[in-house]
T-cell receptor
Framework: DTEVTQTPKHLVMGMTNKKSLKCEQH?????MYWYKQKAKKPPELMFV???????INESVPSRFSPECPNSSLLNLHLHALQPEDSALYLC??????????????FGQGTRLTVV | KQEVTQIPAALSVPEGENLVLNCSFTDSAIYNLQWFRQDPGKGLTSLLLIQSSQREQTSGRLNASLDKSSGRSTLYIAASQPGDSATYLCAKGNAGNMLTFGGGTRLMVKP
């Protein structure tokens, strides 16, 4: 099983709402990632979790708050977003960080629209 | 700043053709190079991973090569099919397994 599952698939939220994106994997991977992809652009890294601890934050605004409750789950809490935050949010996982053989597996993404 | 560049940005070929997608990157401090496929509005599907110590990897009709000294990788697709139509992304793996993506090549294979 090489599946990374993201929910919901689509989300529309107002600028004053609070919502969460969820990501789950059962491959025993200990590294999990959030990427953001704007239309017709490549994905850009937001956060890296290694062994359930935040290891990299790519200067992401605080209105995005990641959480890793356990080794299989990764959440992204959203609050007071702006319309320009509308994008496809992708979750990924890999065996470990800093290994030559760390193939990354991605979920199908959550299409977020902020109105 | 690390950069990953893919050419061409778009490619349209008739079914059955063999084709080559190109990926170039700056900074030779590379852990691995990964090729992905992305269908419109969907997530990324991993196609091939080449470790920095390897020269190439093969999976079915796909073959990817890596030349660290020149900062280049190529994805070769043999006997292309309409089902191969998608955007192909290369990604350079760095320390911390941070992936830096190229802009992608949009491939259309016409029946």
């Amino acid at each position: 099983d090489t599946e990374v599952t993201q929910t919901p698939k689509h989300l529309v939220m107002g600028m004053t709402n609070k919502k969460s994106l969820k990501c789950e994997q059962h491959m025993g991977h200990r590294a999990m990632y959030w990427y953001k992809q704007k239309a017709k652009k490549p994905p850009e890294l937001m956060f890296v979790y290694s062994y359930e601890k935040l290891s990299i934050n790519e200067s992401v605004p605080s209105r995005f708050s990641p959480e890793c409750p356990n080794s299989s789950l990764l959440n992204l809490h959203l609050h007071a977003l702006q319309p320009e935050d509308s994008a496809l949010y992708l979750c990924a996982s890999s065996q470990v960080v800093d290994s030559l053989n760390t193939e990354a597996f991605f979920g199908q993404g959550t299409r977020l629209t902020v109105v | 700043k690390q950069e990953v560049t893919q050419i061409p940005a778009a490619l349209s070929v008739p079914e059955g053709e063999n084709l080559v997608l190109n990926c170039s990157f700056t900074d030779s401090a590379i852990y691995n190079l990964q090729w992905f496929r992305q269908d419109p509005g969907k997530g990324l599907t991993s196609l091939l991973l080449i470790q920095s110590s390897q020269r190439e990897q093969t999976s079915g009709r796909l073959n990817a090569s890596l030349d660290k000294s020149s900062g280049r990788s190529t994805l070769y697709i043999a006997a292309s099919q309409p089902g191969d139509s998608a955007t192909y992304l290369c990604a350079k793996g760095n320390a911390g397994n941070m992936l830096t993506f190229g802009g992608g090549t949009r491939l259309m294979v016409k029946p």
